[in-house]
């Protein structure tokens, strides 16, 4: 049994189940299965999302909506939800580090044994600004190699300029461009699918292998774009690196906030926008490419005002505060409408919680800065986690042994402790800046709050010891908001 994503009046069959929408309330054979409100909550959230991954905050948002709630509930009412499920339990499926999601129906994937056709790329930006000589970049780069992977933080940017790519390939070059989203995939089969979909092209059973999609796609010239692949990183380099093996006639643009690690790979760094000086005003802050960002935004969020000259200083410390992370700029410009100009300025030490509410059609990682770097903190190693926690101390630049030092007290090997270091370089949660032989590294200050955040959500029985970061960092400026924590091994 599984579950049919089919609805007929608000009726979504679940294995032996029928979940009536609308009522809010689980039946078998036509008797209401006794749940709490929260579960059926748990269960709406997840059967809503289509086989979708829902992340844990997804959840939290859909059961406890304006409520702090310890993370255990979920649990139990997972918990809860499998017990009344009984032999058809296994459709709630859970994804490591990620979250929940139900099954997909296996009748309606072995009915299935091709698309329908290709599916058109979504629609470029309205505005897309300060990014001219990075998508010159990205050209030359496919122009070099085969597969070309855009990096960087979550909500920099990734997606929006692979998009403006793909629409610029669609009318200069004589090639196909298929753009794949795979933000909710999980499985090779997911993937396969996904892109065969997007392709347009046939499948058997709707379950595609490596070898019959490189025949399939490699039919005529293509770009291939894969959006969101860091949580499937190892399969896609598969993919990808299989794909490449079978056909020349097919380049890959990926975005991902770590590097596909393959042979051949052309890796982009996408950096934050350019932000403007303290010094600067006027037209000088007009030529911003963050300010306009801001602007524009604000004005499509239903600001019906032009900022005067006080305003765009404002918003030009909102831009620098924010670190010139476009999805942070465009988060903070649709709370201008309410809270206006300086009232969002005021409030960005609070940003985390300020700049949420993105586009109800947004992928779950674009609607807030939250939900941004959840996606993130939970792909990452408990003892990666553990060290991001203990580096929101850090407001400046710090150095590569005052890292080794704020991490001194949390009982992890040597060994961990270098892999853990590597791992938040690597998926785009510290930056490096190389000046001649010397490294020094930081935090974006979105990245900073949030670790305070989850260092302070830890604080429970299996915190052993705390300590001020100043006696472990020395000279290093820090932060003086929390300890330093040590778990027990």
């Known amino acids: 049994m599984s579950v049919s994503f089919k609805q007929e ?26 749940l709490g409100s929260r579960a059926i909550d748990v269960l709406v959230a997840l059967a809503s999302a289509r086989g979708r991954v829902v992340t844990r905050a997804e959840l939290m948002e859909a059961a406890w909506p304006d409520v702090i709630v310890e993370n255990c509930n979920i649990d139990v009412s997972i918990s809860a939800l499998r017990r009344a499920l009984g032999a058809d339990r296994d459709l709630i499926v859970t994804v490591a580090r990620r979250g929940y999601r139900l099954a997909p129906s296996r009748e309606a994937e072995a009915g299935e044994t091709s698309a329908a056709g290709p599916v058109p790329i979504p629609r470029r930006n309205a505005l897309f600004v300060g990014r001219e000589t990075l998508v010159a970049d990205v050209f030359a780069a496919l122009k ?7 990096t960087g933080h979550g909500g920099v940017g990734k997606s929006s300029l692979a998009l403006e790519v793909a629409h610029g390939a669609m009318s200069v070059a004589a090639e196909t461009v298929s753009f794949v989203d795979l933000a909710s995939d999980v499985t090779l089969c997911d993937v396969l699918k996904s892109i065969a979909n997007a392709c347009g092209v046939g499948t058997i059973g709707n379950v595609a292998t ?13 770009l291939l774009v894969l959006d969101g692949v860091e949580h499937v990183v190892s399969i896609v380099a598969h993919v990808v690196e299989s794909v490449l093996a079978g056909t020349a006639r097919v380049r890959f643009l990926v975005t991902s906030r770590e590097a596909l690690r393959i042979r051949n790979e052309v890796v982009l760094k996408v950096p934050p926008l350019c932000v403007p000086g303290q010094a600067d005003r006027g037209d000088r802050l007009l030529e911003s490419p963050a300010v306009q960002l801001f602007v524009h935004h604000a ?32 988060l903070a410009a649709g709370r201008v409408e309410m809270l206006g100009v300086d009232g969002v300025r005021r409030r960005l030490g609070d940003a985390l ?20 770097l959840d996606v993130s903190f939970e792909l990452l190693s408990d003892p990666g986690q553990t060290l991001l926690m203990q580096l929101h101390q850090f407001e400046e630049p710090f150095s590569f042994e005052s890292m080794c030092d704020a991490a001194r007290d949390v009982r992890m090997s040597r060994d961990a402790l270098f892999d853990s270091i590597g791992e938040l370089v690597a998926k785009s949660l510290v930056n490096v800046c190389l000046d001649g032989n010397d490294a020094s590294y930081s935090l974006f200050a979105s990245t900073r709050a949030y670790a305070a955040e ?17 006696e472990r960092c020395g000279s290093q400026a820090i932060s003086s908001q929390g300890p330093v924590l040590a778990y027990a091994s």
């Open 210 to 222: 490596v070898e019959s999609l490189t025949a399939a796609i490699s039919t005529s010239s293509r």
């Open 454 to 470: 989850k260092l302070q959500s830890r604080f429970d029985g299996n915190v052993l010891a705390f300590q001020s970061g100043a």
């Open 299 to 330: 004005h499509v969020a239903g600001w019906k005002l032009a900022p005067d000259a006080s305003e765009l200083e404002q918003i030009g410390e909102i831009c620098r505060r924010l670190d010139g992370i476009p999805l942070a700029i465009e």
């Open 353 to 372: 919680s300020l700049l949420s509410g993105g586009y109800r059609t947004a992928t779950p990682r674009h609607r807030g800065l939250r939900a941004a």
């Open 9 to 34: 009046k608000d009726i979504m069959r679940i294995g032996r189940f029928e979940l009536d929408m609308d009522m809010r309330c689980l039946l078998l054979d036509g008797d209401v299965v006794r």
């Open 144 to 150: 070099r190699g085969s597969v070309v992977t855009l």
